[in-house]
C-alpha cells in the first residue's frame, strides 16, 4: 500500500515511544546507508552523558 508521508510522524512517535534510541521514519530512507553517522552520533551523545 502507499504511505502518505504524513504517516511517517506518527511511525517515528511509535518508535520513539516504544525505546528506540534513534529514528530515521522518512519516505525512502536508506537507514543503512546513514548507519555510521547516527552511530557517532549517538555514541557520543552517550559519552557526554555518562562521561
Known amino acids: 500500500r502507499f504511505v502518505?508521508?504524513?504517516?511517517?510522524?506518527?511511525y517515528e512517535k511509535a518508535a520513539y515511544g516504544k525505546g528506540f534510541l534513534m529514528v530515521?521514519?522518512?519516505?525512502?530512507?536508506?537507514s543503512s546507508y546513514h548507519a555510521g553517522d547516527d552511530f557517532a552520533q549517538l555514541h557520543a551523545a552517550r559519552?557526554?552523558?555518562h562521561g
Do not use: I, M, V, Y
Open 4 to 10: 502518505h508521508p504524513d504517516e511517517f510522524a506518527a
Open 24 to 30: 530515521s521514519a522518512t519516505p525512502l530512507t536508506r
Open 47 to 49: 559519552q557526554a552523558k
